[in-house]
């Protein structure tokens, strides 16, 4: 069967498919006492606002915002929009594809390639052999292909992990060549290492969420732990280059107060903080630009990740 | 061969003995062209001068500070102390019992006992497991056990890290009655391995060390890194609690800017974290007013570690 | 006459009872030109809604949030809940005891007792006659039993100032014991008289308020004021005692930016400072997850006093 | 018999004076074994170097440095300056009085003189009355001319406390004209008291020191407990201007890192605070202009009070 | 045609005016499907709400915040308050006096004469000519006298630069008096210069709006370059004094994090910024005072320009 | 005739040649009365110590630190080092080469070249106008061709300015083909033109020296008075461009306390400071690594700029 995506829906239509409530709220009947339950249903696609108009009270107390649920409607016009008259609305709980539910990040295939390329191009034996090891693994591939590099903000995508990972690696390739002291390897090897932990730290179903795993640990200590156990597989890797990549690793953020236990203590290190800051306030910059709402002013509203009005004159 | 210890020797003795060596420094003859090498020695008992008036660029060059030296020279007195003068000081590369050069804090038998009590009281079956595996193999225990607390300030003493590691884990038990909802076992177990890192990130010899780990993943990472792989040790160990125990670990500090890449996010991390500052706080302020200089002034000179001066009137 | 309490009115009973006022709002009928009153009552018990249909404007004008109110109406049910149908709504301007308005701290007698053993335990003469002064004056003394500890977050509960006061006290004389060098009367005596500025700090009636005198001087700075009148009617009271005890008080905050005028400068000042955190932490974090409200989350909502969400897991 | 002072010793005379030690260091004889002292001696006219050649170890070990000393010596020149040969040096127990060691601010006189004229202007009785009655005390008033404003940077002279009150205070008298809503009395009043609390943060004998209460209080406090004691002794103080007046003390510092525990909460505290920084600002960067030591830079060398260079081009 | 005047408008007018468009917002129809307009409009007297009732989609879609309307409507009584039955609301994109619709400063020409007397009072040939300059270009002059000295908070106000020169000007020629050392040329001069950049960072129609030269550069920077480009046509102006001006511009905030990219480095610049933060905190408090909305109580609300409740006691 | 370089001086020659004086100090003579002087002096090669034993206090006097002085002297051994016994040391007040006493970066001419084929690379003609006019006036050029990029730390060279800021535009020209929402033309002009203001901010003669303008201004707004002139002589240069370039300049320190008076507001600056800080890393890391002094320990000291030690593993 073809799934029916929101973006799909017009008024008429009876619509019968599987959403995320993206919110819930119990309001009062205008002309009589009692309430109807108001909701926000959302794919990747977009949003529509439904009304149960019977047993909300019931169906309120057995949904969660985050679920995914089956509804039945009928799609009407109301002020100018579609709004979904439901008939029944039901948490669906078995497997489901968060790709249904969250956007993806554009260039997913080529990133892929890119990051195959990136490993293969390494001349140290061992890192090549701990980056191939680590990426040959199923679980771990396909859970780093698909997870979002943030829960809001920047790359809140699937795949914006590998796209991210790869952007700031193939900057590090770059860069390298203007500071012929860096070990092009180590800085390479780290910056698509750098945020592994993020595999850990969110978990995609309706939507982008954060794990407690994530709130605990964050992905910084996630991630030191990952490498650590994928190092231990590693026969006779060296010591001191396990320490530099876990010091990568755990000093990326570059500040204590962006939770990083360390500062970068060695060049590559240095670098691969400020490129992972450069890709992060340039995805930044650029989505604030694009999503700007009052197209009358050259000025975005306030961004709160970069705790400013973003100027698009 | 008995050891000679520095303040066993007095001027007139014949000096035959090891030492660390704290400080070296070429300084011109007073009458001539050339220089001598004046020396800092050192072990557990004190620090004493020495002079080396020949081939003394030659013996500059070869030794460092930190080194452990084996030292021939005649003790004289000079201005009313002791000094030597030194017929030959060579490095000593052998393996040295540190416990030569560093003073160990007190009460270690005793901390001893009340850390397998510790243990042994816990009801929690798994935490009673993890602990007992972790402290019954010899290598870690005995770290554990020789381990300071700190390369300066507070606890800067072999076993430093078990007494700190005891004092804390016994009020955490006597703290966690006056609050019912604390779960006592993960409070306890949590204060004995808070600062297992730090068997990674110091290493005694002459003198307590910084190691590369410590410089560059912390006692904070080790530490986690160190318990995570014990933890892969105990069958079924459930996954929220090891969350919870790294949690503890990562925390402890309290603040970003103190190094920890997570604040405490539940009652029994944020317990821990206040018993670990109440009895730093006790051992730096102890230590400031016992070490107190001018015995005129009721204050202590400037207190690197608390930055203030102490009141001991 | 008995009183009536919040949380005995059911829908049905004609309501004559004393309240708290907690929000007055005016609304636009739905049906006519002109406004009913929407207000919240409150009482320990509880909060229950109420409607006054007919001069409304008058009554919000000449009523205050904070008030105590004598109220006459029919309780009703409305969507589910109790709502009052007011008759009538009159400031009461008379003495009010303020435990039928604000609830009470738990174990208040046994707090009481624990004090006057605190106290009787001291061995130094000069502090045990300043306490023993300070509690049997019997308008300071009923002060204290009766003052919070804060007008929100932790303590804020009618006795919350004394079983605050006493937990620390308590924990002290434990600590005490840990430290030698600490001098353990000073440091009970200190954790006594740490917060008693919140007697002055602090008004109770309908709720918990800040007086002037709180907001203009804050309980450090009353609390030295009071503790030093009172060091003046002790006679002989040692000039440097004076001063470590006054001292205690305004470092208890620790650090100026939570607005000590002085950060600890000895090791019982320290202590205090420590201790009175780790019970305000505990008292944060265990009302935090005892107040949870998503039960099908291990998480709390935001926790505007730790800035942080709180697991409970 | 008149005082011999520090810049009128000559070469060739024989001196026999009262001062203070500045330094004291014990130094190897230069062709022998053994220890000379070499001494830094001063009054409020400048310094001298002088050296005991015989008993130096006895004597470093019986001074101290701020001792008030009697010296007999014969002045010679050395290296182009004068120099003490020093023939004994004894402690001086005796009262003193520390206008032979300290420098006085200027315009003393007149500043007294304008005190009395702004406490005679006040139309508000009770603030009269309780300045006066202050003022009137002859021990405080004593004090309070003798008192410096600081132990360094600025106005570290005898009488800095009066001049520096009396200048805020009379630029208060002025602002207050620019601002019609401000009480000009409050102002007033609060700006001659703002320091009062100085009179017990230092000591005058040879130089000017910190006391203890200085250090465990702070004339924050000090001065808040001095102003609530003689409020004690005004008939009929009004409370809200006992609460204002002590607020102005508190928080004349204006933020909680410069350790006052209220920050300005009324018009009148918040001049003051601004008047206090002006005239703080300006006489340090007026000393430091002064101080200036190289002559061919219109920059002054490091500033500590300000963290900067000073421009005086 | 007389203006109509926002305080002027009664039960019962045939409104005919022009106001500025201070909230529009499309609201549901009580009985119906469809929307309505409900706007707030407004001049310097005040604000009035308005309901367009036909044609609200298409009036909401074609009019900005911040526009000027022209408004035909009828005034009725709603609850209590004026409101108006619109009947057609226009933009007006024509040339508009800002003085309709933004609160001018009290004593602007009085301020004038005084700029104009402090001008002529400099004995500093090269400023005065530098000064008269610059005042005596028609544009600056007017936009100088025109501009307010912000947005938000303090003098925000038509003339409130003009005013806030001025009187910081008057207090650096009355407090250079009190500094002998401090140039009172330079000083009055940079006092009546430091804010000039405001005639940039704000402009005036139906409301003060900050531009984007206000927003990119700020009126630091810009009030520098307006500055050197002035200085540029003053033949000879030297060039120390070209820094000292241009540095006092750029200090004048005092802090880094206060936007000033240099802070104060001689006398003036000092003396400059304190009396700038001086005149800034008494016109917030006194706004803040004069603006109580609860009579009942001493305190004012949150002053988010303060972070602080100010006590009206 | 062919200059005399530092390290080309030999025992036993006789040299007269001209250095800058980096250090100078009176000591006394070791077995009479009176000093002699000890110089240190310097050119691009190295240091060479000095002596000077007759007329020390005089020559002391006329010469200052930072001088260029001829010297007349016999290069001798002692301790195994060179040293020169001085005849004549003379202050040379003429014009001087500082390439002769300040090390130069490397690669200037193939920065030179880069910085020419960026220009001519810009579409945009008003960017390609503004540049082109500013980099053919000579003097411009040449001073932005010899700047040094710093006092101290990272690029204290000749030319160091011009390396920078052709480094940080070439990877401007890279990066922007990451982000294709950038304005290519816009970053890499802004990139040039960063740090324009510090042909003002430096001055070199015999070490690189802050200027009066470097200190009072500094080179942000320096360059922004700089760059506004510039533009002034482009015809029809669009003012919204002007406001982003010098938007550029001021905000490229990214942060208010690294004395940007704005941060920034748009991608380009955003990413511009991003690659400003990139490679001010990578210089200083670099050099760190490189200035290493105890080859046995992979750590460098303490390095100031980075506040930290940095690890070469």
Redesign the interface.
């Known amino acids: 069967m073809t799934e029916l995506l929101v973006n799909q829906i017009r008024p008429g239509m009876s619509v019968d498919g599987v959403f995320a409530l993206k919110v819930k709220k119990l309001l009062?009947y205008r002309e009589a006492?009692?309430?109807f339950l108001a909701v926000v249903l959302g794919d990747r696609t977009g949003q529509v606002e439904g009304r149960l108009w019977e047993g909300a009270?019931e169906a309120c107390a057995r949904l969660?915002v985050g679920d995914i649920v089956a509804v039945k409607a009928q799609a009407v016009e109301?002020?100018g929009s579609v709004q979904l008259r439901i008939d029944s609305i039901i948490k669906e709980n078995g497997q489901m594809n968060p790709a249904k539910f969250i956007p993806a990040a554009e260039g997913l295939a080529e990133a892929k390639e890119r990051l195959h390329r990136l490993i293969a191009s390494l001349a140290n034996e061992k890192l090549k052999s701990l980056l191939s090891l680590l990426f040959s693994e199923k679980d771990f591939y396909e859970a780093f292909c698909q997870a979002p590099a943030a829960a809001q903000y920047h790359h809140a995508l699937l795949g914006g992990l590998l796209v991210h990972s790869v952007?700031v690696a193939?900057?590090a390739d770059?860069?390298a060549r203007?500071?012929p002291?860096?070990d092009r390897d180590l800085l390479v090897a780290g910056a698509i290492l750098h945020d592994i932990g993020k595999v850990r730290e969110y978990r995609c179903r309706g939507a982008v969420e954060q794990t407690?795993?994530g709130?605990?640990?964050?992905h910084?200590?996630s991630g030191?732990?990952l490498l650590?156990?994928a190092i231990?597989r590693v026969p006779d890797f060296p010591e001191?280059l396990r320490?530099?990549l876990?010091?990568m690793i755990?000093s990326h953020h570059g500040r204590?107060?962006?939770?990083?236990?360390?500062?970068p203590?060695?060049?590559e290190a240095?670098?691969l903080h400020?490129?992972d800051?450069?890709d992060a306030?340039?995805d930044m910059?650029?989505r604030a630009?694009?999503g700007r709402e009052d197209k009358?002013s050259?000025?975005t509203g306030w961004v709160k990740g970069l705790e400013?009005?973003?100027?698009?004159?």
Not at 257 to 262: H, I, R, T
Not at 308 to 313: A, F, H, L, Q, S
């Open positions: 009062p006492p009692g309430n009270e969660k109301y002020n952007t193939a900057a770059n860069v203007n500071y002291c860096a407690d795993e709130r605990l640990l964050g910084i200590v030191a732990l650590d156990r231990e001191d320490l530099k876990l010091h755990i204590y107060e962006w939770q990083s236990p360390k500062r203590k060695f060049l240095a670098l400020q490129l800051m450069l306030q340039a910059f650029s630009a694009a009358d050259p000025w400013r009005n973003v100027y698009c004159g």
